[in-house]
């Protein structure tokens, strides 16, 4: 099973952006739905974002209309782009299989602050 790498993280102020990058070989893309999961100090892992091989998305509660999750054929990319972040965004971020597999890739840290 591929592990998919998350990068593109980093510290922010609350209020702006950043765009998560995940790649995947076309094979995850044809069979998979794809997620991004993000995991917060004491708080379990939780689904932020999924698209479907067909393109569909859906968002937690917490992130829609700042959040959008895209998918990128030509460049083999899973990309989660992030707007008007807040504190409680604060988390490691991952990208996995949707369900998630066990083989989890090594996230991203995205920290919010003022």
């Known amino acids: 099973q591929e592990q998919l790498v998350a990068s593109g993280g980093g510290s922010v102020q609350p209020g702006e952006s950043l765009r998560l990058s995940c790649p995947a070989s076309?094979?995850?893309?044809?069979?998979?739905?794809v997620g991004w999961y993000r995991q917060a100090p004491g708080k379990q892992r939780e689904l932020v974002a999924g698209?479907?091989?067909?393109?569909?998305?859906d968002y937690a509660d917490s992130v829609k209309g700042r959040f959008t999750i895209s998918r990128d054929n030509a460049e083999g990319t899973v990309n989660l782009q992030m707007n008007s972040l807040k504190p409680e965004d604060t988390a490691v971020y991952y990208c996995n299989i949707f369900p998630p597999s066990d083989h989890w890739g090594q996230g991203t840290q995205v920290t919010v602050s003022s």
């Open positions: 698209i479907t091989t067909s393109g569909s998305t």
């Open positions: 076309g094979t995850i893309f044809t069979i998979y739905a």
